[in-house]
């Protein structure tokens, strides 16, 4: 098992910047894939990015060149660095975890959520 808890949240104008944490507990996180997804008001939860172990990275489109992703495995924790943020990157996002070694983008192949944390972004 393995719990999650983002924190890091807020309430930003456009073109400003957020930093997510995420830290994890339970089996061992420097061996399972890790991911952020975001869902808004009315919409399906969609993938943000990811990484692996040992710190390969993939990103959405929407989000690739502005976002971040970086693990420290000896903190158990995930960051999400977001700069440059836009008034559609307004979501609960949330902390993800899978059993596996590999990457993926859908909610589906994810077995372990934190809480969620809402980020606003005011045009």
């Known amino acids: 098992q393995v719990q999650l808890n983002e924190s890091g949240g807020g309430w930003v104008e456009a073109g400003g910047s957020l930093r997510l944490s995420c830290e994890a507990s339970?089996?061992?996180?420097?061996?399972?894939?890790m991911a952020w997804f975001r869902q808004a008001p009315g919409k399906e939860r969609e993938f943000v990015a990811a990484?692996?172990?040992?710190?390969?990275?993939t990103y959405a489109d929407s989000v690739k060149g502005r976002f971040t992703v970086r693990r420290t495995n000896a903190a158990n924790t995930l960051n999400l660095q977001m700069n440059n943020l836009r008034p559609e990157d307004t979501a609960v996002y949330y902390c993800a975890a899978r059993n596996g070694l590999t990457m993926a983008r859908t909610p589906a192949e994810y077995d372990y959520w934190g809480p969620g944390t809402q980020v606003t972004v005011s045009s």
């Open positions: 339970g089996r061992a996180f420097n061996t399972i894939p």
């Open positions: 990484t692996t172990w040992n710190g390969a990275t």
